[in-house]
């Protein structure tokens, strides 16, 4: 058997307009390349043809492979889906909705070939609406500052990893992922190309505004604790300014004629106390809510249907898979420049 050397993975959801175009510009540019590829298409539930398309080109093509999901797991998990059946020296992870030009993989592997583990895309411009612009730069900015890491501005789900970055992430067992923020986690040689980041190329946009900040939470919580100290920083101020408040009202009682209106006062240090609490116990459910995700220990996905691969897992996540445990070993026992060229 030929040894891959690209593996691109693509989670779909909903897609039919979308893959036509998608697989003649992935095949159009790997074909440039020749060196032997796969395609990897994880129907993530998909309600619409994009199942019976990917069959069809598997039929043609069998550097085509189908991973169907049993129902819609979420983008990261299909593409942790993907990344698990992977065989490729290199993975290129990439969007369907061709907003990720399959035009820059070449940038990726040229980077790559260079003795780089990692190459990530930096969206330099987004062909978005102003304010999903605004709420990104926000966000990435915001996920910089708070985390314990190193986390790249602007970065995406779009890039280039060597295998043996993708079997680390496979071998990370959290059930809460974020991808861009676990492949920074791992470290190794890492470098970011900046591209322009195009519109989709047909149908609506399927991260809704809920999934985007389930999106963001996932990344804020997951690699950072500062919600937590923040949370704590905050119940210190008001219980010292509400020490004070006794305080005051107690020598205003005690040494002055002067007394303060009830009802109003009242009634105002009690919301906002109020309001502290509730805060506080939400950022505390957050993060509980992620524990108890984790401590059920369930499969990251489930695979109901795949075609074009041998061996693939069904219903079980690509934890401490033998796959995983053998590329891991290889990486770490290879000399990286030389088995790229």
Same mark, same amino acid.
């Given at each position: 058997?030929?040894?891959?050397?690209?593996?691109?993975?693509?989670?779909?959801?909903?897609?039919?307009?979308?893959?036509?175009?998608?697989? #003649?510009?992935?095949?159009?540019?790997?074909?440039?390349?020749?060196?032997?590829?796969?395609?990897?298409?994880?129907?993530?539930?998909?309600?619409?043809?994009?199942? #019976?398309?990917? #069959?069809?080109?598997?039929?043609?093509?069998?550097?085509?492979? /189908?991973?169907?999901?049993?129902?819609?797991?979420?983008?990261?998990?299909?593409?942790? +889906? &993907?990344?698990?059946?992977?065989?490729?020296?290199?993975?290129?992870?990439?969007?369907?909705?061709?907003?990720?030009?399959?035009?820059?993989?070449?940038?990726?592997?040229?980077?790559?070939?260079?003795?780089? %583990?990692?190459?990530?895309?930096?969206?330099?411009?987004?062909?978005?609406?102003?304010?999903?612009?605004?709420?990104?730069?926000?966000?990435?900015?915001?996920?910089?500052?708070?985390? %314990?890491? %190193?986390?790249?501005?602007?970065? &995406?789900?779009?890039? @280039?990893?060597?295998?043996?970055?993708?079997?680390?992430?496979?071998? @990370?067992?959290?059930?809460?992922?974020?991808?861009?923020?676990?492949?920074?986690?791992?470290?190794?040689?890492?470098?970011?190309?900046?591209?322009?980041?195009?519109?989709?190329?047909?149908?609506?946009?399927?991260?809704?505004?809920?999934?985007?900040?389930?999106?963001?939470?996932?990344?804020?919580?997951?690699?950072?604790?500062?919600?937590? #100290?923040?949370?704590?920083?905050?119940?210190?101020?008001?219980?010292?300014?509400?020490?004070?408040?006794?305080?005051?009202?107690?020598?205003?009682?005690?040494?002055?004629?002067?007394?303060?209106?009830?009802?109003?006062?009242?009634?105002?240090? /009690?919301?906002?106390?109020? *309001?502290?609490?509730?805060?506080?116990?939400?950022?505390?459910?957050?993060?509980?809510?992620?524990?108890?995700?984790?401590?059920?220990?369930?499969?990251?996905?489930?695979?109901?249907?795949?075609? *074009?691969?041998? *061996?693939?897992?069904?219903?079980?996540?690509?934890?401490?898979?033998?796959?995983?445990?053998?590329?891991?070993?290889?990486? +770490?026992?290879?000399?990286?420049?030389?088995?790229?060229?």
């Amino acid at each position: 058997m030929v040894q891959v050397t690209y593996s691109i993975v693509s989670p779909v959801y909903n897609e039919s307009e979308n893959l036509p175009e998608l697989y #003649r510009q992935l095949t159009e540019v790997m074909e440039r390349l020749g060196e032997p590829y796969e395609i990897i298409l994880v129907d993530d539930g998909s309600r619409d043809a994009s199942a #019976r398309i990917i #069959r069809a080109y598997n039929q043609n093509d069998d550097r085509v492979k /189908l991973v169907k999901l049993s129902r819609n797991f979420g983008h990261q998990l299909a593409l942790t +889906a &993907g990344l698990s059946v992977a065989t490729g020296r290199a993975v290129i992870s990439m969007d369907s909705d061709l907003q990720d030009s399959p035009y820059a993989i070449p940038l990726f592997i040229e980077q790559w070939k260079r003795g780089y %583990d990692v190459v990530y895309a930096i969206r330099r411009t987004r062909k978005e609406s102003l304010i999903k612009q605004f709420a990104y730069k926000l966000f990435y900015r915001m996920l910089k500052m708070l985390s %314990d890491f %190193d986390i790249p501005i602007d970065s &995406g789900d779009f890039s @280039l990893m060597d295998a043996k970055v993708a079997a680390l992430l496979n071998s @990370l067992p959290e059930k809460s992922r974020y991808i861009r923020g676990l492949r920074a986690w791992v470290g190794f040689n890492q470098i970011g190309v900046p591209l322009d980041r195009d519109a989709r190329y047909s149908g609506e946009a399927k991260y809704t505004f809920g999934k985007l900040m389930n999106l963001a939470l996932s990344g804020l919580i997951s690699f950072s604790v500062v919600p937590l #100290r923040v949370a704590t920083g905050i119940g210190t101020f008001v219980s010292v300014c509400s020490l004070v408040s006794i305080l005051l009202v107690l020598y205003l009682k005690i040494f002055t004629h002067l007394s303060l209106p009830g009802f109003a006062a009242t009634a105002s240090i /009690l919301l906002f106390l109020g *309001g502290v609490q509730l805060l506080t116990v939400g950022i505390l459910g957050e993060y509980i809510g992620r524990i108890f995700e984790e401590v059920k220990q369930r499969p990251l996905f489930i695979i109901s249907e795949t075609q *074009g691969l041998e *061996g693939a897992s069904f219903g079980v996540a690509p934890v401490n898979s033998r796959r995983t445990s053998q590329l891991s070993s290889e990486a +770490a026992t290879s000399t990286i420049p030389a088995e790229r060229r």
